[in-house]
């Protein structure tokens, strides 16, 4: 099992930045993908980025869906099992319940975007951005 703790979130001003933190412990491997989702009150949960890692292959593929590019960055910290989300110039409907999410699978042709992908979830942290 793979327990994931997720920090970092808070209320902000438009503008503002933030940087969101997963630390992930348990059974650790040395290649996967962590994502973060999120939720907004009355919406369904959805994408923000992923990062598809190995170390064996250095690699640290990401993906970041449209609403976000150019304004947050994923990255991992091999040596501290941790996933960061550096959110950038943040707007009101950036506001959602962040989700950490992690799975042992890796896949060098493709990088998880589905919820169904991933088989580890935090608790969730709350970003609020308003002024």
């Known amino acids: 099992q793979v327990q994931l703790v997720e920090s970092g979130g808070g209320l902000v001003q438009p503008g503002d930045s933030l940087r969101l933190s997963c630390v992930a412990s348990?059974?650790?491997?040395?290649?996967?993908?962590t994502a973060w989702f999120r939720q907004a009150p009355g919406r369904e949960r959805e994408i923000v980025a992923t990062i598809r890692w190995s170390i064996a292959w250095n690699d640290a593929t990401t993906y970041y869906t449209e609403s976000v590019k150019g304004r947050f960055t994923i990255s991992r910290d091999n040596a501290k099992s941790t996933v960061f989300l550096q959110m950038n110039n943040l707007k009101p409907e950036d506001t959602a319940v962040y989700f950490c999410?992690?799975?042992?699978?890796?896949?060098?042709?493709?990088?998880?975007?589905?919820?169904?992908?991933?088989?580890?979830w935090g608790q969730g942290t709350q970003v609020t951005v308003s002024s």
């Open positions: 348990g059974r650790m491997s040395s290649s996967g993908a």
């Open positions: 999410a992690a799975t042992r699978s890796y896949n060098k042709v493709t990088v998880p975007t589905s919820q169904n992908a991933f088989n580890y």
